[in-house]
Every structure is written in structure tokens, then in C-alpha cells.
């Protein structure tokens, strides 16, 4: 089988209603996201980064996978796919998709602040005074800006792979990830879906750009895929 590699950002996750803040003036419900996604912001107030996490977590468990999500699982019938998402929901897992790398890490996981490899699945509110097992606390399992992307030469080795590339749902402004084009084999077909496409099929060799929403544009990229085959 055909291997496909897939880079999906929050497009894909914002018509389950997941909210992102791309557009938005850099606020993510309302925070300005240095203050709730760096370092920074976790030392300056650490209640309040934990209570918007448990928000976020709350508001995961009552969304659902939308149609993307389970066209691209669907896919894995006749194709060897592996996701790398920037997104830190779940719901290409709840859509059935089984190989999938978080480059940003995961909403429904919290590590040690002392020891990052201890790693733990949490879906309940996370408090101050939840500690690891090493006796340190407990902090979202999340890439926040200003750290480094542990998972990003695993993903290099991924796309290296490629033999058929598709972007889904992001910017291509938020680096390493919009990077990661870069490590394709040239003449590869790549796909880029997105309504607002911030690259142009001239910046690529065999780029095909399908400036619709996830929903409708991965259903025309079937279409163009099959075509080329």
C-alpha cells in the first residue's frame, strides 16, 4: 500500500467545535495565549493555566469527530497512513484513525514538571498539589510556546517517507510543523486543504491546493487522488 502521510492543524478539529485561536487575535477563549501556553504564564499564574485546562478538557469530552475525521480513517483501507496533528484532542483517535503522532502534545494526558518521560492519561480536573509519583506536580501534557518539540525528529523521519503528502487545516505559519513540507520527496503528489491556503501551488512541484473546510475538502481530494493514481 501507498503510504500517505497527513500534517492536519486546528481546521480540522474546529467544525466539531473545538475552538482555536488562529483566528482570533492570538486569544484562546479569551486568554491571550502566552498567558496559558508558555512557561512564562505557567510561573506566573499557575491556577489559572490549570483551571483553563480543565475547561478545555471538559469542552473535549463533549465534542464529537466530525466527517474528516472518519474520511481519513476510512483511508487507512487502502492506504498506509500516519497523522502528525498539531492539534492536542483526540478525535482523530475517536474517528477512528490508529496511527497518529501529537506533535503538540495531548489534552487528555499530564506530566511531571521534574521528569517529562512521566507521562499520564487524565481526564478529570488537574489541581495544584496533584503530584507524580517522583512527588513533583502534575502539568498539562502540552507543547507550549517557547519549548522544545520532542516529537519533531520523529516526524521528520515520517514525512521523509511520504509518498503521498496531504496538509489539513493549518496555517503553515506555526513553525516546526509548517517545516515539515520541506522533508517531502519533491515529486511526490502533496495536497494542501484549507479555506484560507497561505501557500500557492507554484511554491511546490505536483502541490494541488483545495481551498475548501476539511469536511468537504478531504471528500474532493479523494476524488483528485484517486485520479492520480
Known sequence: MKKIVVITGAGMSAESGVKTF???????????????????????????????YN?????????????????????????????????????????GSTNVLHLHGELFKVRSTKDESLVYNWKKDLNTGDLCEIGSQLRPHIVWFGEAVPLLGKAIEITQKAEIFIIIGTSMQVYPAASLIQYTEPNIPKFYIDPKPNIYESNYKNLTIISEKATTGIGKMISELVDSL
Open 22 to 52: 488562529r483566528d482570533s487575535g492570538g486569544l484562546w477563549e479569551g486568554h491571550d495565549v502566552m498567558e496559558v501556553a508558555s512557561p512564562q504564564g505557567w510561573h506566573k499564574d499557575q491556577e489559572m493555566v490549570l483551571e483553563f
Open 55 to 95: 475547561q478545555r478538557r471538559k469542552q473535549l469530552l463533549e465534542v464529537q469527530p466530525n466527517n474528516a475525521h472518519k474520511l481519513l480513517a476510512k483511508l487507512e483501507k487502502n492506504f498506509d497512513i500516519e497523522i502528525i496533528t498539531q492539534n492536542v484532542d483526540d478525535l482523530h483517535e475517536r474517528g
